[in-house]
């Protein structure tokens, strides 16, 4: 597994060695020391998997309290991700990084703690299956709002995206909870 250089350094893209032949593909798609040799030294408590149609936009999600590291990857379909450092001691905090993830390249981003969250589907549908460090807290997740003027996110949309009524009433960054 190689670690793919990112625009915010703690954030990490990983792309894995794929075994295939006329039979199938194998590769590892967690790697405890591989992560560990890339700086990822946490201990993962849950995984999630999700299922989305094209133009399902879910996000910026994040937890003020309780907050969660994510290793996400796309066992089907595309999607775009994105990740916007929310943490204001940081050097590149409101910046974001937008990644292409999908089944057919096998890429896994690691998005760690401080740290709003999101997708948008590209293809027909999308399956994310995605590891946290710590559980989630639905009295301290917070969202970001997908469209903030001041995020100048590029979602590349075809159409009107498909959100949540939470998604829709997201904060601006200039209004929402962020970390120290």
Known sequence: ???????????????????????????????KKVLAAAGVTCEFVQDNHSRSARNVLRGLHYQVQQP????????????????????????????????LLSA???RMIWIPPGFAHGFLVKSEYAECVYK?????AP????????????LAIEWDLR????????DWAG???????VYP
């Open 68 to 99: 969660q590291g994510k290793l996400v990857r796309v066992v089907a379909g595309e999607i775009l991700d994105i990740a916007v450092d929310l943490r204001r001691s940081s050097p590149s905090f409101g910046q974001h990084v937008a990644y």
């Open 104 to 106: 057919a390249n096998r």
């Open 159 to 166: 159409g009107e995206p498909i959100l949540s009524p939470k």
């Open 132 to 136: 946290t460090t710590d559980y989630y």
């Open 1 to 31: 597994m190689s670690v793919c250089p990112a625009v915010i350094p703690d954030v990490k893209l990983f792309e894995p060695k794929v075994f295939g032949d006329e039979r199938g593909f194998f590769f590892e798609s967690y790697n």
């Open 139 to 150: 009295e301290h997740e917070r969202t970001l709002l997908w469209n903030d003027p001041a």
């Open 171 to 177: 904060r601006l960054l200039s209004d929402c909870d």
